[in-house]
C-alpha cells in the first residue's frame, strides 16, 4: 500500500493518473526491470519490499515525464 502511494508522490490528483499508476506500477512489479530483478532475490523484507520500491519509483518517474508533456 505504501508503495502504491510513493507512485503517486507530486502527482496532480485525477482520477486518470490515479488508474495510470495503479496499472502501471502492477505492470512493473511483475516485470521487475532492473534492479528489482536483482533486489528481489535478497533475503528476507528486503528483497520482498525492495522490488516493490523500485516499480513505485519507475511509476512515479514514467508518470511524471508522460503527465508533464501530455497536459
Known amino acids: ?8 508522490f507530486f502527482l496532480k490528483p485525477g482520477i486518470i493518473g490515479l ?22 532475490h535478497l533475503h528476507g523484507s528486503l528483497g520482498i519490499m525492495g522490488d516493490d520500491l523500485i516499480a513505485a519509483l519507475y511509476t512515479n518517474i514514467i508518470l511524471q515525464v508522460v503527465l508533464r508533456f501530455s497536459s
Not at 500500500?1 to 503517486?8: A, D, R
Not at 511483475?30 to 530483478?37: E, G, R, S, V
Request: no cysteine; proline share 7%.
Open 1 to 8: 500500500m505504501l508503495f502504491s502511494l510513493m507512485s503517486v
Open 19 to 40: 488508474w495510470m499508476a495503479f496499472f502501471l506500477f502492477r505492470l512493473l512489479d511483475t516485470m521487475k526491470p532492473y534492479p528489482a530483478n536483482k533486489i528481489q
